[in-house]
């Protein structure tokens, strides 16, 4: 029988905490269970195993930026769209950077994290397609954005970028790059 409150949703918070706490490397089975104040077999009534805790955080992480950033674009198009994206974005990885750190990013994922991931994906292509983007075209441009604003907020995170110029005025170039070419971008 499971423990009473404990449920699914609630290990994967635990294991949130932990990571948000600890790193990506704090997260382990026994830590969960720790915080969730449960014996670690307890945990296998809810998650088969580290695995698929691990695409179970990742799902939830992709579920939080789809809502981030589903929000900030919400009424706008274009470049105002594409900036507010942006800034959502990068600001998630900052305010969070080991739980974005700890989202898994391999493609051969077992489907646990599909549905979130291509939730996330719908509103990039969502934003991108105001330029009339379609295809092809469209899957470059979210290639590229993905690329951009994941780079730059690693970095920023991590405490990459040592000058002392700005790094708000840097982002702000870095969208208007990407706005710009969008722009040009032809189907």
């Known amino acids: 029988m499971p423990r009473a409150g404990l449920s699914p949703d609630a290990v994967v918070d635990a294991a949130i905490a932990v990571v948000d706490a600890g790193g990506p490397g704090a997260l382990t089975l026994a830590a969960v269970a720790g915080r969730a104040g449960v014996a670690t077999p307890s945990l296998y009534k809810h998650v088969r195993n580290l695995a698929e ?6 799902a939830r992480i992709l579920e939080e930026l789809a809502d ?69 075209e469209l899957v470059h441009a979210a290639r590229c954005l993905r690329s951009a604003v994941h780079g730059f907020a690693i970095l920023e995170a991590s405490g990459g970028f040592g000058l002392p110029e700005d790094l708000e005025a840097s982002y702000e170039r870095l969208i208007t790059v990407l706005t710009s070419g969008f722009s040009q971008a032809r189907v």
């Open 68 to 136: 981030r950033l589903g929000n900030a674009a919400m009424g706008r198009s274009r470049d105002d769209a594409v900036a507010a994206l942006m800034r959502a974005y990068r600001g998630y990885v900052v305010e969070h950077p080991s739980r974005y750190a700890s989202m898994e990013q391999s493609a051969e994922r077992q489907h646990v994290g599909d549905a979130a991931a291509e939730r996330l994906l719908g509103v990039i292509y969502a934003v991108l397609r105001g330029y009339g983007l379609d295809g092809p």
């Open 53 to 58: 805790l691990r695409q179970l955080v990742t």
